[in-house]
């Protein structure tokens, strides 16, 4: 199982970006998908998760509004579109994947296979 997440980078506060998530080694539709950050001294924190399968989709208070966690089965990609970003956005952000339920879907211990993280910085 392998995951590989790119797509960060340096943007303004107020600006777009959007996250890939590469899959490959599992079935797609039968996993739940996270995104997950991390900030140096901090615990990584839950961002978004969704699980086709299981028909379910959450995002932390800070993302909820701002952004949408998504696939494309047929590529099995999962991306992050995060819009109107703030400086406090600011981490290393992680994909993730586990066979996990809906009661777990904000705990990263529930989460078996982690990608690298890319980084995205927030600032002006």
């Known amino acids: 199982v392998q995951l590989q997440a790119s797509g960060g980078g340096l943007v303004q506060p107020g600006d777009s970006l959007r996250l890939s998530c590469a899959a490959s080694?599992?079935?797609?539709?039968?996993?739940?998908w996270g995104w997950f950050r991390q900030t140096p001294g901090k615990e990584r924190e839950f961002v978004a998760a969704f699980k086709r399968s299981g028909g379910w989709t959450y995002y932390s208070d800070s993302a909820k509004g701002r952004f949408t966690i998504s696939a494309d089965n047929a590529k099995t990609m999962v991306y992050l579109q995060m819009n109107s970003l703030k400086p406090e956005d600011t981490a290393v952000y992680f994909c993730?994947?586990?066979?996990?339920?809906?009661?777990?879907?904000?705990?990263?211990?529930?989460?078996?296979?982690w990608g690298q993280g890319t980084q995205v910085t927030v600032s002006s």
């Open positions: 993730a994947a586990g066979n996990t339920i809906t009661s777990q879907a904000r705990n990263r211990d529930a989460y078996h296979y």
């Open positions: 080694g599992l079935t797609f539709r039968n996993y739940a």
